[in-house]
Nanobody, 123 residues
Framework: DVQLVESGGGSVQVGGSLRLSCAAGRYTYKRNCMGWFRQRPGKDREGVAVLWIGGASTTYADSVKGRFIITRDKAKDLVYLQMNGLQPEDTGIYYC????????????????WGQGTQVTVSS
């Protein structure tokens, strides 16, 4: 069974940075893509960023473009989400997810999910 484990969440002040890590397991290279999602208080879960394993291209939600960066360490089977310029509206639980096959959109069709890590941004 695939287990994804996030770490790196915490509390920061506005404008601060955090780097989330996802231990993605041994078979990351077989995945279609790895994504980061978040669930903000009172809102549905939303896609934040995705990295396609084959070509290493990335896509970001408009709300985080220019501030967040998704990367992968192949040797360590880790996927990162570097978050800069954090704002209170970035507060939420962040989830790592993996998808085996392509889907209609970059934020659908994920097969595996981590347990989530809390990010809190205060002003």
């Amino acid at each position: 069974d695939v287990q994804l484990v996030e770490s790196g969440g915490g509390s920061v002040q506005v404008g601060g940075s955090l780097r989330l890590s996802c231990a993605a397991g041994r078979y990351t290279y077989k995945r279609n893509c790895m994504g980061w999602f978040r669930q903000r208080p009172g809102k549905d879960r939303e896609g934040v960023a995705v990295l396609w394993i084959g070509g290493a291209s990335t896509t970001y939600a408009d709300s985080v473009k220019g501030r967040f960066i998704i990367t992968r360490d192949k040797a360590k089977d880790l996927v990162y989400l570097q978050m800069n310029g954090l704002q209170p509206e970035d507060t939420g639980i962040y989830y790592c997810a993996a998808r085996n096959l392509a889907a209609a959109t970059w934020y659908e069709g994920y097969n595996y999910w981590g347990q989530g890590t809390q990010v809190t941004v205060s002003s």
